[in-house]
Every structure is written in structure tokens, then in C-alpha cells.
């Protein structure tokens, strides 16, 4: 699998849109990232719940590794490009796309607070 089709697939979900956060290309839908591709393209990432994690590394484990630190350990898992097949992806895919369209829509980050004197 390449990157390409990595970003097909994301975006084949119902209101899946690319942006980009930290560097690298990030895949949203309800204002939520549902997975990401790593620079470089040899990884991507599916946001999964922690037991959906375990299984898909459990069938799959040339394909799936947890992401590095707490947001390994929340489901955050990676995915090999190189060691991919369409189908499996596209499982995976369903699972964190419907995760964030479950939840209510994110909201933009609060607009920064000026200092303001307060009358005591």
C-alpha cells in the first residue's frame, strides 16, 4: 500500500476532509482526526479504540504497531504501508472514522484570552 492510497481510503468516508497538524497530513471528519500519515510516507495512523488496537495487532502483527507513548497506549496505532493490503486498512479505517462521528463535533480552540484587569 502506498500513501496514496492510504489517503484514498481515508477520505472515502462520509465527510472526510485532509488537513494538516504537526507537519504531516491529518484526516478529519465531525472536526475530529481520525488517522494521520506519517512524514516520510512509510507509516499512517488509525485512531482505534485500545482493544480494537490489540485485536488488528493480533491478526495483523507485520501490519499494526502501537503509536509511541500515551497515544499508543489510548489506541493510537501505526501502520506499516509497506506490509498493508487495501481491505484490512479499510476495516480499520471504518472503525475510527465511526468513532469520531459517534462523538459530538469538535470545536475550534478558544481564541487566546487577553490580559485583562479585573476590578477587585
Known amino acids: 500500500m502506498t500513501a496514496d492510497d492510504f489517503r484514498h481510503i481515508a477520505l472515502s468516508m462520509n465527510g472526510a476532509t ?3 497538524h504537526m507537519g504531516h497530513p491529518d484526516f478529519r471528519a465531525n472536526g475530529r482526526i481520525f488517522a494521520t500519515l506519517h512524514p516520510g510516507d512509510q507509516k499512517g495512523m488509525v ?4 482493544e480494537e ?3 488488528f495487532m493480533r491478526e495483523h502483527p507485520r501490519m499494526f ?3 509511541s507513548g500515551a497515544w499508543g497506549r489510548q489506541g493510537c496505532t501505526d501502520v506499516k504501508l509497506a506490509a498493508a493490503d ?3 486498512i479499510h476495516g480499520a479505517m471504518v472503525l475510527a472514522w ?3 462521528v459517534a462523538k459530538p463535533a469538535a470545536r475550534g480552540k478558544p481564541a487566546a484570552r487577553k490580559n485583562r484587569k479585573r476590578n477587585v
Open 86 to 88: 487495501r481491505a484490512t
Open 47 to 50: 485512531k482505534l479504540a485500545p
Open 98 to 100: 465511526e468513532a469520531v
Open 65 to 67: 504497531e502501537p503509536s
Open 53 to 55: 488496537q490489540r485485536q
Open 18 to 20: 485532509e488537513g494538516s
